[in-house]
């Protein structure tokens, strides 16, 4: 299997996850990952803001032959932005967007001819961007958060 295909497969496990925490009770989503940290709710909306932010400002603009913008972010100034949208946001709203994120993201680069998909670009900051890289990096990511959702859901 070619390493863009494997990378999507894992990529797209996040999906999968969302959709068996959106089976289980609504408490769950109010829950902990441990003490003194987010819910369930939350760290599901931290991805899913994550996915809008990269699909906009990075995917989306090098599948349009653009240089991506993103840049670096005030990660604690970000993630507390979640967290509101988070509390403000039904679960199965919070649901649907999270996998309508991060299937619009996979759409989109299975979508892109080779040449782009290897491509090496430069982001708002100066720094080089690479699709497969990205996807490695939130593959990473979205494990981390599954290890703790998992503690805390036994999914």
Known sequence: MREKEQLL?????WIDRVKELAERDETLWSTPVAEGKWTVREVVCHIFRWDEYFFTEAIEKIARGEDPTSEHLDY????????HYAKACTTE?????TIAARERLIEAIRAMPENVYEGEYTDKDGHPFKVAQFMKDFIWHDNHHLR????????
Do not use: I, P
Not at 9 to 13: A, F, K, P
């Open 9 to 13: 497969g894992q990529y797209g496990e």
């Open 76 to 83: 604690d100034e970000f993630n507390e932005n979640a967290r």
């Open 93 to 97: 709203a919070l649901v649907r967007q």
């Open 148 to 155: 703790q959702l998992e503690l805390v859901a036994l999914m």
